[in-house]
């Protein structure tokens, strides 16, 4: 079946530490998002890309980081610059269709991040 | 900078009950999702509206969007409690440069 696979399911990290949340899919789409999502709140966009080896900042970029080596992988690293890195990630994928198709997203499972 | 609300934050129903809930934005688009969200899981597509005047309907939930009035709502007939969840409305920027927007999400309780 297609999807979205993300990994780990639950993380805890120290204060200091790096860490890397896996997303692969293989739906053959094009663009792929990261998300942030905290308690109670809605969506928040960290990078997407479109493209491999392309890749764009969204509104929370800062403390992240991400590669586009494959079009089906899109790993997020959360890194120590990242003061508030508690939280729900969800890794989403779409097709780039034409301007009047529907794009709509698919997401993984989500990886849940909690500083100790 | 575009702005997604949704009216009301918190839902609290009776199961039998009709409802809406209510998505506004601040820019012109004409692409506009709901998704769901159950406690600890991830999003799933429901309703995918593409046009001003699209309806769609999907068992107890009924979804419009007014491209005009910038406005779309998620109406619910006879809640039941397997409708309750966190409901999302997404506006698609993406033919302004810009990508999808979230809304914070209404999260609907219904009881017994």
């Known amino acids: 079946d297609g999807g979205i696979t993300q990994s780990p399911k639950y993380l805890f990290r120290k204060e200091g530490q790096n860490v890397t949340l896996s997303c692969e899919q293989n739906l053959n789409h094009d663009a792929m998002y990261w998300y942030r999502q905290d308690p109670g709140q809605g969506l928040r966009l960290i990078y997407y890309?479109?493209?491999?080896?392309?890749?764009q900042k969204g509104d929370i970029a800062e403390g992240y980081s991400v590669s586009r080596e494959k079009k089906e992988s899109f790993p997020l690293t959360v890194t120590s610059a990242q003061k508030n890195p508690t939280a729900f990630y969800l890794c989403?994928?779409?097709?780039?269709?034409?301007?009047?198709?529907?794009?709509?997203?698919?997401f993984g499972a989500g990886s849940r991040l909690t500083v100790l | 900078e575009l702005k997604v609300e949704q009216n009301p934050l918190f839902l609290s129903m009776q199961e039998g009950k009709n409802y809406t809930i209510y998505c506004n934005y601040s820019t012109t688009s004409d692409r506009l999702y709901w998704y769901r969200q159950d406690p600890g899981k991830s999003l799933e597509s429901l309703f995918v509206l593409l046009s001003n005047g699209a309806v769609k309907q999907e068992g107890r939930l009924m979804a419009s969007l007014d491209t005009k009035a910038r406005l779309s709502t998620l109406h619910i007939t006879a809640a039941v409690h397997d409708l309750s969840a966190t409901y999302f409305c997404?506006?698609?920027?993406?033919?302004?440069?810009?990508?999808?927007?979230f809304g914070p999400g209404t999260r609907l309780s219904v009881l017994p």
């Open positions: 890309s479109q493209i491999v080896n392309d890749f």
């Open positions: 989403a994928s779409s097709i780039i269709g034409q301007a009047s198709g529907a794009n709509v997203l698919t």
């Open positions: 997404a506006v698609d920027m993406r033919n302004y440069g810009q990508n999808f927007v």
